[in-house]
């Protein structure tokens, strides 16, 4: 493919439902995207060679592990724009791979395979990309689990034998049919993980009111979803008289008890990601993206952008980790300098209500259940994104009946958190368990009715499922469910493009999965 023509369809935004190939609809640019191809294959390349050396019962060390791991982290949407950065991966990947080849010529290596359009059969492209965007979802929770000191060998493995079998041309359709559903069954397992090392670490979600104002102070804005690089953060902006706002993804990090013990940890900035060029303008202070989703940024701000862990983007200060420590101190220098936010807003929003607090309420809500003062819970979470066909999802949370309970998890909620639904008889109508990969907490919810209601099957519940998606860990959230037998699961505002119409098909007939209409139609044939 020539230097100026590139080919990615991993999110919902790419052009045309089809395929970007000029540039991105994010901003990612042909260099970028080939970068982006070149990691992806050098570090299938070294999963070959891993998963050969584990099948001789050799141990794959933990800096191996997290190569991979950050390396598919790396390529996610909206992560890293840095084609040099990138190149840099490339070569110490290719390096890592000579090093356990034991400098034995590499045979593997083939040029021609590089990039999605490689793979010529449809069929065979499309179940190789779900899986592989399944993967980049699964490698972002297993980053954030072992940032916290948590790992699973079981989980690197399965990571490093998929890659490696994607390169494998004997696997049949049926082949990788099975492995995507696998995928998904350890994306359960990685999004457990998660959940342990963040309730262990940090304590189990309360309920909580957040703050959407701000304060007189100079401040800090982070966003992403790292709670580690948070943590550091607090601690080393305690008593420096510089704020510290969450952006996006980071607002949950205010239902955790560990972080609730910072006086300076104001509250919440901002919408989800795609409004980021206006208002991190408007925030006057520093930025920090410990992940997705950043957008290009505006010159009016870029000099306050900081990055660190898998993001990336040319001229902006990126934090490294040095002995598992992040110095945030050129942060907090620059903020000092800096005016307070603007205000956008004023009032509070609700959340915290992953499953071990909503396992306390669960008399209250089966109760409510039964009386009939809830009917359904319908659960829209996922991605949010710039696309005004997502205005959607704000219209069919105000067109919900009053005795329906939205669960939601991501940067979904922000189309409808500010929305005022009330509740049912104390239980707030909207419930935010968090993160998008506390849709694992969710499912814990999902499961945990199952049994109060005595049913033998997860759709014999009254929930309805109206997911919408943006980027790839969303994609590993949605082969979880599918893995946890959910079926029905609407999914918007548009089907993956990068499902071919006869993978699109099995996963209609097996899983009944559609996507969405009209707002009338969807409540009318969905909620009744
Ligand atoms: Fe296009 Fe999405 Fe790929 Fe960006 S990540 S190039 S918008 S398909
Ligand atoms: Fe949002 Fe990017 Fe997906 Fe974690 S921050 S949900 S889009």
């Not at 550091?232 to 952006?247: A, R």
């Amino acid at each position: 493919m020539d230097r100026n023509s590139m080919f990615c369809f991993q999110c919902q935004e790419t052009l045309q439902n089809k395929g970007c190939t000029k540039i991105g609809v994010c901003g990612k640019k042909s260099d970028v995207a080939h970068a982006q191809d070149q990691l992806i294959y050098a570090t299938k390349t070294l999963c070959v060679v891993t998963t050969q050396l584990r099948a001789e019962g050799k141990n794959i060390s933990s800096n191996v592990n997290r190569l991979v791991t950050l390396n598919l982290f790396t390529t996610i949407t909206n992560a890293n724009f840095d084609a040099e950065n990138l190149m840099r991966r490339v070569d110490e990947t290719l390096k890592v791979k000579a090093a356990l080849l034991e400098n034995v010529d590499d045979k593997i290596f083939d040029e021609s395979k590089i990039g999605v359009l490689a793979t010529k059969n449809e069929d065979v492209r499309s179940l190789r990309e779900l899986i592989t965007y399944g993967l980049k979802g699964m490698a972002a929770y297993l980053y954030h689990a072992n940032a916290l000191g948590y790992d699973d060998e079981k989980i690197n493995a399965f990571i490093q034998s998929t890659l490696a079998k994607l390169l494998d041309d004997t696997l049949s359709g049926e082949d990788l049919t099975a492995l995507a559903l696998e995928t998904g069954k350890v994306g359960v397992d990685t999004m457990a993980l998660l959940d342990k090392a963040n309730t262990e670490t940090y304590g189990n979600p309360e309920i909580s009111k957040v703050n959407i104002g701000v304060r007189k102070n100079p401040a800090i804005l982070i966003s992403g979803h790292d709670f580690k690089d948070l943590e550091q953060l607090l601690e080393q902006t305690k008593n420096s008289g510089v704020d510290v706002y969450t952006h996006g993804e980071m607002l949950p990090a205010h239902y955790y008890p560990a972080f609730k013990k910072y006086k300076h940890f104001v509250g919440n900035y901002g919408n989800a990601w795609h409004l980021q060029q206006k208002e991190f303008d408007k925030f006057n202070g520093v930025i920090l993206l410990t992940t997705n989703c950043l957008v290009p940024p505006k010159e009016n701000y870029k000099a306050r952008v900081f990055t660190t862990g898998a993001v990336a983007y040319p001229h902006c200060k990126h934090v490294e980790e040095i002995d598992g420590k992040k110095d945030f101190s050129p942060l907090i220098e620059l903020a000092k300098t800096l005016p307070p936010p603007t205000e956008l807003e004023t009032g509070e929003i609700v959340g915290g209500f992953a499953h071990e607090q909503v396992f306390s309420l669960a008399d209250k809500v089966v109760d409510a259940v039964k009386d009939g003062a809830i009917k359904k819970f319908v659960v829209m979470a996922g991605c949010d994104g710039r696309q005004k066909s997502r205005e959607y999802y704000t219209e069919f949370a105000k067109a919900l009946p009053k005795d329906t309970v939205i669960l939601t998890c991501g940067c979904a909620k922000y189309k409808f958190n500010k929305l005022n639904l009330g509740d049912i008889g104390g239980i707030p109508r909207i419930l935010d368990a968090g993160q998008c990969n506390d849709s694992y907490s969710l499912a814990l919810i999902a499961l945990k009715l199952k049994k109060v209601f005595g049913l033998d099957d997860v759709n014999k519940l009254p929930i309805v499922y109206n997911i919408s998606w943006y980027e790839q860990k969303a994609v590993i959230v949605l082969l979880a469910l599918l893995y946890l037998g959910v079926k029905n699961i609407h999914l918007g505002p548009t089907l993956p493009a990068f499902l071919s119409p006869n993978v699109a098909k099995v996963l209609v007939e097996n899983f009944n999965i559609g996507t969405i209409s009209t707002v009338d139609d969807d409540i009318k044939n969905w909620i009744g």
